[in-house]
Each structure stands twice: as C-alpha cells, then as structure tokens.
C-alpha cells in the first residue's frame, strides 16, 4: 500500500522567511509528483507538477523538487507572506493521486 | 477557459437517504476523479471515470457510484447515507491520453455534505 507522509504537520514562521515543506513515499516506482494548496474548506489547487523523468519544477517563489532513489519531494517558498498560510498537500499521481494529510502553513506579518 | 465547476457547494442528508453530486470538467478534459476528504486529512481516492468508463476504483463500497456522460460531466451516487459519510467531495479533472497515464489534475471547490 502506497504510503504519502508530509513533515511537519503544521508550521508557523514570520513574514519573509525562506522555508521548506517534505513529502515522503514508501517506495520509489516510477511517479509524478504533484503540489496542491488549500484553503480551509475549499477544494485544491494545483501548485506544481513534477514528471516522473524531471528533478524540479518552479513557479515564481515556489520551487519543488523530486528525488525518486529517496521517494522524497521537497516544496521550497522563499520570502514567505501572510497570503501563503493555508494547507500544503503532496500528491502522488499515478492514474490517481495518494495524498498525504498535508501541512498546515500559518504565516505571522 | 472554464474551469471544475461543481454543485451543490453544501448539502444536509439525514442518515439512510441517497444523495447526487455533480462535477463540470474543465474544457478539453476527458478524465473525471472523485476523492473525499474528511476533516483534517488529505483527500482519498473514490473512482475515476475516463471516456464514460470507470477507470479505477479506491477503497469504497458499492453504494458509492458514479456516471460520467458525454460531454464528460460526472456525477457521485451515495446510497444509504452513514454518518461517515460527512466529508467535502472533490472531483478533479484531467487530459488523459491513455488509461494508465497521469496528466495535471485541476480541482473543484467541493462539495460538503453533512449526514445527520
């Protein structure tokens, strides 16, 4: 059974902070890799797509990487702001995506 | 372009009672999934319908169902609503080129039903 795990489970830091969200797999076959943001009680939106045969994808502030030998992916936010704060989800797309339970992001002005 | 639309956005069932949720893919998409997400946790996979054919199904019993028509608008069937069942469901969509690939899914807002 495919197993998504994202550390931590919530974060809080102040405005203008670089920080890094993990995502981790139980195995390494052959994947994409997809990022989604949430707000609460809404639905998901798409962040970043990594192909299974790429290494990053980065979008503006966010950079994500994907390191299949390791089944890790990392989601990178530089120079973070308060209307970053919301839940960041990991999923693992193969004809369906297998989420983790997210991180729940909290950006202090 | 129009996005995943979905309806209705929030929906009370008493427990026992069947209920109908509706997803609008987006333009050019042929691929409709559908996951629930419980509070607190991530979303999980109910079933996918790719070319009006369901094209994988995760861990749900029976009376969940679903069609996709034509135009690739889908539709979540629940039977005998369980207080379980209270959850936001999701539907997403996506270009799928053949049945195992995977393309950029694009999510809905969801829809919240609450089963008392």
């Known amino acids: 059974k495919q197993e998504v795990t994202q550390i931590p489970a919530a974060l809080s830091v102040p405005e203008g902070e670089n920080l890094v969200l993990n995502c981790s797999f139980t195995d390494s076959a052959i994947y994409n890799l997809q990022w989604f943001r949430q707000d609460p009680g809404k639905g998901l939106t798409s962040l970043l797509l990594i192909q299974s045969s790429q290494r990053e994808q980065t979008s503006g502030r966010l950079n994500a990487s994907l390191d299949k030998s390791s089944g890790r992916s990392t989601l990178y936010i530089a120079a973070s702001q308060p209307g970053d704060s919301a839940t960041y989800l990991c999923?693992?797309?193969?004809?369906?995506?297998?989420f983790g339970t997210g991180t729940k992001l909290q950006v202090i002005p | 372009e129009t996005g995943v639309t979905q309806s209705p956005t929030h929906l009370i069932k008493t427990r026992g009672q069947q209920v109908t949720l509706r997803c609008s893919s987006q333009s050019g998409h042929n691929t409709v999934s559908w996951y629930q997400q419980a509070l607190g946790q991530g979303p999980q996979f109910i079933f996918q319908y790719y070319r009006e054919e369901e094209n994988g199904r995760g861990n749900f019993p029976p009376r969940f169902s679903g069609l996709q028509f034509p135009n690739y608008s889908s539709e979540l069937n629940v039977n005998a609503l369980e207080l379980d069942d209270s959850a936001l469901y999701l539907c997403?969509?996506?270009?799928?080129?053949?049945?195992?690939?995977?393309?950029?899914?694009?999510f809905g807002p969801g829809t919240r039903l609450t089963v008392l």
């Open positions: 997403a969509s996506s270009l799928k080129l053949r049945t195992s690939s995977y393309n950029e899914q694009f």
């Open positions: 999923g693992r797309g193969y004809q369906k995506v297998t």
